[in-house]
């Protein structure tokens, strides 16, 4: 029988907390999860990397004032060792992670920057049939004149890991357009273990990494890699696309917002409406106002600026154009 959010079941959340920006999103992130959830199903754990040689830097979370206040949200911090990424490739630690995790429990894992709107117990997860973001654009492989098209780039990786490629296309797509591909924003995804989905992710984007396939000579893996190795690891555990209903993740249970001038360009009035409500309490503003994107966007009110520069009912289809109107506005900052 498959396994989903059943009443009384406990579900674990987990986002990645670390010294700098992830830290004061994190703390958004557990304020949001604490209002719109009350019944104590879904567990939050923050986790961060431990200091070791694979970052420069300390990249705990210790400011005592940022702990209190992910604990006093009902969050637990939870370290973890950072044996293959750390600061080369921060996007790591979304896959090495998982291993702090309990094991044998579902769990959900989301971006930091992301706001939960209502209750996660709305959503029918199924957590033996995984999946991923579909808020996503064709951001790889990026293509080649003379080099292999998308079928023959994402066949040799389905290939190299013994996958059917054949069941992973969407046939309702030509045949050469990127969506005909399986292809997810790291956003979020489940499974039914973090044990299981954490090995398989991080063998497949390890040796992604390190013994690519002839067809990836002329692609980047940076930042990509976690979204190159995500859709194998979900098609290889029996999941796809759409195993969720539309419209609840990345719609009214959660918004992954990527940055506040995003957040402030392109989403819902109630999405700006939950931040600024989250941001306001004098202990939560003393934490968040340490950080100066934060304290420009929220607290002196520039993300209202950013929203004046666009119509929401006729957004750029590309979020690049978003991007470069910040820019050349002056509002960029993350």
């Not at 674990?12 to 700098?20: D, H, S, V, Y």
């Not at 539309?246 to 402030?264: M, W």
């Not at 929203?307 to 109107?325: C, G, K, M, V, Y």
Request: charged share 25%; glycine share 8%.
């Amino acid at each position: 029988m498959a396994r989903t959010a059943q009443a009384g079941q406990t579900v674990n959340i987990l986002i990645i907390g670390q010294a700098g920006r992830l830290q004061y999103e994190a703390v958004l992130f557990a304020a949001s999860l604490a209002e719109a959830h009350t019944a104590g199903r879904f567990r939050l754990f923050v986790a961060h990397p431990r200091p070791g040689p694979l970052w420069p830097n300390d990249p705990s979370v210790r400011d005592p004032d940022l702990v209190a206040l992910l604990e006093g949200f009902g969050a637990t911090l939870l370290p973890f060792e950072s044996r293959h990424f750390g600061h080369a490739y921060p996007y790591g630690n979304k896959i090495e992670a998982l291993a702090a995790l309990p094991e044998g429990e579902p769990f959900v894992f989301f971006d930091t920057d992301t706001l939960i709107l209502d209750d996660p117990a709305l959503v029918p997860f199924d957590f033996d049939r995984p999946t991923a973001s579909m808020r996503r654009e064709g951001t790889w492989p990026q293509l080649e004149l003379y080099g292999p098209g998308y079928a023959a780039t994402w066949k040799s990786l389905y290939d190299m890991f013994g996958l059917d490629f054949d069941s992973s296309l969407d046939l309702s797509q030509p045949d050469e357009y990127w969506q005909r591909y399986l292809y997810f924003n790291a956003g979020f995804f489940f499974y039914r273990c973090p044990k299981e989905f954490g090995s398989r992710f991080l063998h497949y984007a390890l040796a992604i990494r390190d013994t690519p396939p002839p067809e990836l000579v002329c692609q980047s893996l940076d930042p990509w890699l976690d979204q190159v190795a995500l859709p194998l690891v979900i098609h290889a555990l029996g999941g796809g696309r759409d195993t969720l209903p539309g419209g609840l993740l990345d719609g009214s249970v959660s918004c992954h917002y990527r940055t506040l001038p995003l957040l402030y360009a392109r989403e819902a009035d109630a999405v700006v409406a939950c931040l600024e409500r989250l941001a306001e309490p004098n202990r939560v503003k003393k934490v968040l106002k340490q950080y100066d994107p934060f304290k420009r966007m929220i607290y002196q009110k520039r993300g209202h600026k950013v929203r004046a520069l666009f119509d929401r009912d006729d957004l750029p289809r590309r979020e690049q154009a978003i991007r470069n109107t910040l820019k050349r506005e002056g509002f960029w900052m993350r």
